[in-house]
């Protein structure tokens, strides 16, 4: 089960889709199989995602870390598709 850590960024722009999970909660959960961490201070953010979750499902710019409230992108490479 592949473990990744987001890339912190600044504060996005007002117009960015931001999921902001409440605290314990995950952004995103799904059947795949990819755990992401906040890049700050590694609270799970999504669990079970796979690419099709984080890439192809409803499209959002960061996630706001419940814990720390840094906010997080996916990282770069993981834009690349490996199929
Ligand atoms: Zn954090």
Request: hydrophobic residues 30%.
């Amino acid at each position: 089960m592949p473990q990744k850590e987001m890339r912190v960024i600044p504060k996005p722009a007002g117009d960015a889709v931001v999921l902001e999970p409440e605290a314990g909660k995950l952004a995103l959960e799904g059947q795949g199989d990819t755990t992401y961490r906040c890049g700050a201070c590694k609270t799970r953010l999504m669990d079970n995602v796979s690419h099709m979750d984080v890439f192809h499902g409803e499209h959002f710019d960061a996630v706001k870390c419940p814990k720390c409230g840094k906010y997080n992108a996916v990282p770069d490479e993981d834009h690349h598709h490996h199929h």
